[in-house]
């Protein structure tokens, strides 16, 4: 059953939304930043949200309570999700408990959260030829046309990318909302990915432009290939009306099926 078999109805609760946000990324310098930037994204969007903060990579079994919030979104990280290292195994696990346990929670992934989620219900990954960073369109599938229905007039999403990894293959119980295994929505309505970032900004994707050295063989001198990146990074996005659909879609009631594992 796709997402669109049933039709879903919005929660009347208009309290504030209460979201856990996983920080993944292993030892990063620019940890704070990242958290600044789903600050500013996420509050450009609905202010009033309460956002929590929680760093599984760094400290050992620092996870939420999926009870305590109406989202639970596990963001991006430096690290290739299918590497056994313990921390990645304890996020995975944490996942599967809350899909087993807390069947109606709303899960989000972003990148590497994409990438994980999307392993754990049977997709491959793959290492990209060609990486991605800067701003890329992506088109959307009949599915993503009914799922962003204000996005639907050109077709095609703009986000954030910052990437070497790709789902190369779809994970079950899932619909594919943007071409290339790009975004995925669970037939129950309770798990969103995204391979982009709506939390990035220009601000935020900067700090990184020097992967463009180990990744595209970039001269860390080549200061014309590491503007055109930049470029790229500046360009306008969709990362605010993305966040708008999603925190919609946390109000919205699951389906009655189970997706499973």
């Given at each position: 059953?796709?997402?669109?078999?049933?039709?879903?109805?919005?929660?009347?609760?208009?309290?504030?939304?209460?979201?856990?946000?996983?920080?993944?990324?292993?030892?990063?310098?620019?940890?704070?930043?990242?958290?600044?930037?789903?600050?500013?994204?996420?509050?450009?969007?609905?202010?009033?949200?309460?956002?929590?903060?929680?760093?599984?990579?760094?400290?050992?079994?620092?996870?939420p309570d999926p009870g305590a919030f109406d989202l639970i979104v596990v963001g991006g990280s430096n690290a290739d999700p299918r590497k056994k290292h313990q921390w990645i195994l304890r996020v995975h696990q944490f996942i599967l408990?809350?899909?087993?346990?807390?069947?109606?929670?709303?899960?989000?992934?972003?990148?590497?959260?994409?990438?994980?989620?999307?392993?754990?219900?049977?997709?491959?990954?793959?290492?990209?030829?060609?990486?991605?960073?800067?701003?890329?369109?992506?088109?959307?599938?009949?599915?993503?046309?009914?799922?962003?229905?204000?996005q639907g007039g050109d077709g095609v999403v703009l986000l954030q990318q910052h990437h070497r990894r790709a789902v190369g293959t779809p994970p079950r119980g899932f619909s594919e909302l943007l071409v290339g295994n790009q975004s995925f929505l669970s037939h129950n309505n309770t798990i969103l990915t995204f391979q982009g970032h709506p939390e990035k900004d220009a601000r935020c994707a900067r700090l990184r432009i020097r992967d463009a050295t180990r990744w595209f063989g970039v001269e860390g001198d080549d200061n014309a290939a590491l503007a055109y990146i930049e470029q790229a990074m500046e360009r306008p996005h969709d990362g605010a009306e993305v966040w708008g659909r999603v925190l919609e879609w946390a109000r919205e009631r699951p389906l009655s099926h189970e997706v499973r594992l």
């Open positions: 059953m796709s997402p669109t078999d049933t039709t879903t109805t919005a929660n009347n609760n208009t309290s504030p939304l209460r979201i856990a946000i996983l920080l993944n990324s292993f030892r990063s310098p620019f940890i704070a930043e990242i958290r600044d930037s789903y600050v500013r994204s996420i509050g450009a969007v609905a202010p009033d949200a309460a956002l929590a903060f929680f760093h599984p990579a760094d400290k050992a079994d620092d996870f408990d809350v899909v087993a346990r807390h069947p109606r929670k709303k899960l989000c992934g972003i990148c590497w959260g994409h990438q994980t989620i999307s392993m754990l219900f049977g997709a491959e990954l793959v290492d990209m030829e060609t990486p991605e960073l800067g701003v890329t369109e992506a088109k959307l599938t009949p599915a993503g046309r009914g799922f962003f229905p204000r």
